[in-house]
């Protein structure tokens, strides 16, 4: 059967192999004293908090789950909107906000909206695969621009500027950034919007784990910058909800009824239990929960990362965000006679069993060099990892 070129040109998600092996491998070790552990995953290790299930149950037992508009529910649109301006200062009108099937579906509409067939968008190297993959998808061209730790691995100005072509329709940043965990200072970020929008392109920007920052200098949404910015966000990560498949796109106002016709037709709406749940989200209690569990997130940065250090692991940037740590595995890898970071995170499953993710996923660059430790796992597992690596490497 003949494969379209659209998903031909789609790579695989090389993450997904690894955490296949790992799972192979921890049915192997499950019963010795030193059974898998899981650093390679990018998802909280909490679930939604009390009132988000109560409500979740809630829906059900009413039968509260017909079609939603495609646009979401007016009421959970204003709470997302309530929740911009408490958190952030930043008036962003209901009107603007479409909820979707988490960020991957707000993706999806962004690029199918402003991605013309040929149209070139430039996105950092590194960066979370599945961006690309929606604007390939899309039938664009995703341009990987080599970034380096002194900008945070994060897009500049000028390298937007030198970068840009005849082709070149807009950029799609991630900030906080999966897999550093580095965000675009918020000058930076002004100037970037500058270029692209003298250059009459767009500025896509992925902020799905701004509500997961850890320092003030960065904890501001691109919102507050123009009404122009186009916003992904999601409920999975800050709000602890990834299999609720739940999230919300900010865009200008002309964009929301071309955004809306391609939901209807797409998706018709998002999971109608998930939104009614979501409104519980943005409850006194559940918001000091989730502040609770972001201090937590930000401790266990906090140790992790030295620890890493300490064994030639180096973090060139500490992330101000999310819950990861990308490191230089060069130096250990060479210890353990491989090279390269995807033989390495095989060589540290299989002698210390820890599953890591590699660097290749992310790019081309220089992402050989580079391994991505998710910091979403229990403080005790974060300690017993560190202890295996010590041995590995000692
Ligand atoms: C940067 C980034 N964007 C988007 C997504 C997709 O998230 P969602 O679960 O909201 O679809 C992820 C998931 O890990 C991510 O890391």
Same mark, same amino acid.
């Given at each position: 059967?003949?494969?379209?070129?659209?998903?031909?040109?789609?790579?695989?998600?090389?993450?997904?192999?690894?955490?296949?092996?790992?799972?192979?491998?921890?049915?192997?070790?499950?019963?010795?004293?030193?059974?898998?552990?899981?650093?390679?995953?990018?998802?909280?290790?909490?679930?939604?908090?009390?009132?988000?299930?109560?409500?979740?149950?809630?829906?059900?037992?009413?039968?509260?789950?017909?079609?939603?508009?495609?646009?979401?529910?007016?009421?959970?649109?204003?709470?997302?909107?309530?929740?911009?301006?408490?958190?952030?200062?930043?008036?962003?009108?209901?009107?603007?906000? &479409?909820?979707?099937?988490?960020?991957?579906?707000?993706?999806?509409?962004?690029?199918?909206?402003?991605?013309?067939?040929?149209?070139?968008?430039?996105?950092?190297?590194?960066?979370?695969?599945?961006?690309? #993959?929606?604007?390939?998808?899309?039938?664009?061209?995703?341009?990987?621009?080599?970034?380096?730790?002194?900008?945070?691995?994060?897009?500049?100005?000028?390298? &937007?500027?030198?970068?840009?072509?005849?082709?070149?329709?807009?950029?799609?940043?991630?900030?906080?950034?999966?897999?550093?965990?580095?965000?675009?200072?918020?000058?930076?970020?002004?100037?970037? #919007?500058? &270029?692209?929008?003298?250059?009459?392109? &767009?500025?896509?920007?992925?902020?799905?784990?701004?509500?997961?920052?850890?320092?003030?200098?960065? %904890?501001?949404?691109?919102?507050?910058?123009?009404?122009?910015?186009?916003?992904?966000?999601?409920?999975?990560?800050?709000?602890?909800?990834?299999?609720?498949?739940?999230?919300?796109?900010?865009?200008?106002?002309?964009?929301?009824?071309?955004?809306?016709?391609?939901?209807?037709?797409?998706?018709?709406?998002?999971?109608?239990?998930?939104?009614? %749940?979501?409104?519980?989200?943005?409850?006194?209690?559940?918001?000091?929960?989730?502040?609770?569990?972001?201090?937590?997130?930000?401790?266990?940065?906090?140790?992790?990362?030295?620890?890493?250090?300490?064994?030639?692991?180096?973090?060139?940037?500490?992330?101000?965000?999310?819950?990861?740590?990308?490191?230089?595995?060069?130096?250990?890898?060479?210890?353990?006679?491989?090279?390269?970071?995807?033989?390495?995170?095989?060589?540290?499953?299989?002698?210390?069993?820890?599953?890591?993710?590699?660097?290749?996923?992310?790019?081309? %660059?220089?992402?050989?060099?580079?391994?991505?430790?998710?910091?979403?796992?229990?403080?005790? #597992?974060?300690?017993?990892?560190?202890?295996?690596?010590? %041995?590995?490497?000692?």
């Amino acid at each position: 059967m003949r494969i379209s070129q659209r998903a031909e040109r789609i790579e695989p998600f090389y993450v997904m192999e690894v955490a296949k092996a790992a799972q192979t491998m921890a049915r192997e070790v499950a019963h010795t004293d030193r059974p898998m552990l899981f650093l390679n995953i990018g998802e909280p290790d909490f679930t939604a908090p009390p009132l988000v299930q109560e409500a979740a149950v809630r829906a059900v037992r009413a039968g509260a789950t017909q079609y939603t508009q495609a646009t979401g529910l007016s009421e959970l649109r204003e709470r997302i909107s309530g929740w911009y301006r408490q958190r952030f200062g930043v008036e962003v009108p209901a009107r603007r906000i &479409v909820v979707t099937a988490g960020a991957s579906a707000a993706l999806q509409l962004a690029c199918l909206t402003l991605v013309e067939a040929g149209d070139e968008i430039l996105l950092p190297d590194p960066s979370y695969p599945c961006n690309r #993959h929606f604007v390939t998808a899309a039938g664009g061209d995703a341009v990987l621009v080599p970034t380096t730790a002194a900008e945070r691995f994060q897009l500049s100005a000028e390298k &937007v500027e030198a970068a840009w072509t005849d082709k070149t329709r807009g950029v799609l940043l991630a900030s906080p950034s999966n897999p550093t965990g580095t965000s675009i200072a918020p000058d930076e970020l002004r100037r970037i #919007h500058e &270029v692209v929008t003298r250059r009459g392109g &767009v500025t896509l920007i992925d902020e799905i784990y701004l509500g997961l920052s850890y320092d003030d200098a960065f %904890a501001q949404t691109a919102l507050a910058i123009d009404d122009q910015v186009i916003s992904i966000n999601s409920f999975s990560k800050y709000f602890n909800m990834t299999g609720w498949r739940l999230g919300w796109l900010v865009v200008p106002e002309a964009l929301v009824p071309v955004v809306e016709r391609l939901a209807q037709n797409l998706f018709i709406c998002a999971s109608t239990i998930s939104q009614y %749940a979501a409104l519980a989200c943005f409850e006194p209690e559940s918001i000091t929960e989730y502040e609770r569990r972001r201090a937590e997130f930000k401790a266990r940065r906090d140790w992790f990362i030295p620890q890493l250090d300490a064994l030639g692991l180096k973090v060139p940037v500490m992330p101000d965000g999310a819950f990861y740590a990308w490191a230089d595995c060069s130096g250990m890898a060479a210890k353990l006679g491989v090279s390269g970071s995807w033989d390495f995170a095989f060589e540290v499953m299989k002698r210390a069993h820890l599953a890591i993710t590699p660097g290749r996923d992310f790019g081309t %660059a220089d992402t050989g060099r580079f391994v991505r430790f998710s910091t979403a796992s229990s403080m005790a #597992h974060l300690e017993e990892s560190i202890a295996r690596l010590r %041995a590995l490497a000692a």
